[in-house]
């Protein structure tokens, strides 16, 4: 089974996003070829779902919604089951949720509202998990919208989503890094989600989201923050909310400064949340003995984690090149 050579085609046939075709798919081909032993039960429920009818795409917040009569949405279901955990959505198919741990709309209603429209324009998502906001962006009108995202499992959810619409956005999610991707200054809007802080080196980070920024683009970096003056920064020992890879949680002030030294312009923050378990909650979409929020944070005071570092804020701060 191939599960992107056609529609990297498709998608790539674009006078400029072209230019990064070749390379994208080298990338693509290797990550595929890795040593997974759930790759055989992934790729038999993309083929289950593959032969099935396809359904209509529309939002009905906060799900994206998936709609045709002739669906079996039991089947369905059943298929997408072995591609849990899911973190990202919610969908729905017919009248049955995909209750995703994460209600990804909470997050998107957030940051529409304060970005330029995506009408038309060519979106890069980097570290976009399933790609749950990757297809928001296509439902918003954009030519195209790429996510990257490196791990696998989420690729094979992202697939088994697309598979399931008659006539397909133009969006596509291949399993690459940020690092990886060809640097051309190629996207009119850039986003990068919850992924700064996983990055061991924040200014690498962020000069190569520039480096793929069309001249007059916006970038749209959504990440953890904590209070604190300028120049303060929390490095987590071992883990963050019961999250690995933790490097650094900056102040506002600091975030402020690592942008304004990266050479981005007209920095605005927009938003300062902290994360409810409204929107970080246990379904059983994420395995039976999964953990959400509620098990991170400290049982006697949620204001801080489990490890005792401030409850997890998060920050949307909109910026140009
Ligand atoms: C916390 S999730 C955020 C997902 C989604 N963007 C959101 O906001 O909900 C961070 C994702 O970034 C991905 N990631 C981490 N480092 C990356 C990199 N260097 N390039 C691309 N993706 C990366 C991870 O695999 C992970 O799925």
């Known amino acids: 089974m191939n599960l992107f050579r056609e529609d990297l085609v498709i998608f790539f046939d674009d006078f400029s996003l072209n230019k990064i075709s070749k390379k994208c798919l080298e990338i693509t081909n290797q990550a595929y070829q890795v040593n997974n032993g759930n790759i055989p039960k992934w790729s038999q429920a993309i083929e289950t779902i593959d032969a099935l009818p396809k359904g209509k795409i529309s939002l009905k917040k906060p799900y994206i ?74 439902m918003e009108g954009a030519k195209r919208a790429l996510g990257i995202e490196p791990f696998l499992l989420f690729n094979y959810q ?114 300062v949340s902290k994360t409810t378990t409204a929107e970080q909650r246990k379904t059983s979409w994420i395995g039976e003995n999964g953990a959400s929020l509620e098990d991170f944070l400290d049982p006697l005071d949620d204001s801080l984690t489990i490890e005792g570092y401030p409850a997890p804020t998060r920050a949307i701060v909109v910026c140009e090149r």
């Open 65 to 138: 919604s998936i709609n045709n009569d002739s669906i079996d949405s039991e089947t369905l279901m059943t298929e997408l089951r072995e591609l849990i955990p899911w973190r990202k959505g919610p969908f729905m198919i017919n009248d049955l949720v995909l209750e995703s741990e994460w209600d990804g709309d909470m997050k998107w209603q957030r940051i529409t509202r304060h970005i330029k429209p995506l009408e038309n324009k060519r979106v890069l998502d980097v570290g976009a998990g399933n790609g749950y906001f990757t297809i928001r962006m296509a």
């Open 158 to 271: 992202f697939r088994a989503i697309k598979s399931m619409i008659k006539s397909p956005l133009n969006t596509l999610l291949l399993p690459l890094k940020l690092e990886e991707i060809p640097k051309v200054p190629l996207f009119d809007t850039v986003f990068s989600m919850g992924v700064l802080y996983h990055q061991r080196d924040h200014m690498a980070h962020l000069s190569q989201l520039q480096e793929m920024m069309a001249s007059d683009a916006e970038l749209v970096l959504e990440t953890l923050v904590v209070e604190g003056p300028e120049d303060y920064v929390l490095v987590p020992k071992g883990r963050y909310a019961q999250m690995r890879n933790v490097y650094s949680i900056p102040s506002i002030n600091t975030l402020e400064s690592w942008l304004n030294d990266a050479n981005f312009n007209n920095i605005r923050v927009v938003d």
